[in-house]
């Protein structure tokens, strides 16, 4: 086993215990704001990740890279208004990974320029990390865009299916739950989500520009 894989699953790992919890606190914080307090409640308006992990979630990112937590309960009848507050609460996860994302971006950006642009090998490693760090967190953001349960994106579809479509989800959540796996544990989703993910890399290089100006 290289160095290289040995610190991306050191990623991950750091990945599964603060960013996700991160990201799920994105989604508590959003709906306490909107008026549902359902999560707070449940004890998930933290960041500890004890709160958040679920095991099967994070078995799939140590594994494949892509993962989930726990879904953050909510209750859309508490929002005022209950479309859009649904959506925007499930757009706070995937929105908190690309801030994430942008910030190591940042940071990645100094560190090298402080470093004058010469790489020893623990700097090359630190900068690997971080690289690393920053492509997991747009590809989560990216992935839990997917309308597919548990993901966030389904809570997106469901405001605009008719109800009775929103049951037969419901119905076969355990059965769409398991193909996804197995679609994520064989890689069929890499292409899509990596082009996705390139999209977003582009984006957030473009508005880390003034770091190159600074330096």
């Known amino acids: 086993m290289t160095v290289e894989t040995i610190l991306k699953y050191g990623t991950r790992i750091l990945i599964i215990f603060?960013?996700?919890?991160?990201?799920?606190?994105?989604?508590?914080?959003?709906?306490?704001?909107?008026?549902?307090?359902?999560?707070?409640?449940?004890?998930?308006?933290?960041?500890?990740?004890?709160?958040?992990?679920?095991?099967?979630?994070?078995?799939?990112?140590?594994?494949?890279?892509?993962?989930?937590?726990?879904?953050v309960p909510i209750n859309p009848n508490r929002f005022k208004h209950i479309k859009s507050g649904t959506i925007i609460t499930a757009l706070a996860g995937p929105a908190s990974n690309i801030i994430v994302a942008y910030i190591a971006r940042v940071i990645y950006k100094i560190v090298y320029y402080v470093a004058g642009g010469v790489l020893t090998q623990t700097l090359y490693y630190v900068l690997y990390i971080i690289s690393y760090f920053v492509m997991i967190n747009l590809m989560l953001a990216v992935f839990n865009l997917i309308p597919i349960p548990p993901l966030d994106g389904s809570?997106?579809?469901?405001?605009?299916?008719?109800?009775?479509?929103?049951?037969?989800?419901?119905?076969?959540?355990?059965?769409?739950?398991?193909?996804?796996?197995?679609?994520?544990?064989?890689?069929?989703?890499?292409?899509?989500?990596?082009w996705l993910g390139n999209i977003l890399y582009k984006c957030i290089e473009f508005l880390s520009r003034w770091v190159d100006l600074i330096f």
């Not at 999560?39 to 989930?68: M, V």
């Not at 009775?164 to 890689?187: H, P, R, T």
Request: proline share 6%; net charge positive; glycine share 8%.
């Open 18 to 71: 603060m960013v996700l919890p991160v990201h799920e606190f994105a989604h508590a914080y959003a709906a306490k704001k909107l008026g549902d307090r359902t999560a707070e409640n449940a004890g998930r308006l933290t960041l500890n990740p004890i709160s958040h992990i679920d095991p099967i979630g994070a078995i799939c990112l140590l594994l494949a890279g892509f993962g989930w937590a726990k879904p």
């Open 155 to 194: 809570r997106v579809l469901t405001v605009f299916l008719p109800l009775k479509y929103q049951w037969k989800i419901q119905q076969y959540q355990m059965y769409i739950s398991i193909g996804f796996m197995v679609l994520i544990l064989f890689g069929v989703l890499d292409t899509p989500l990596n």
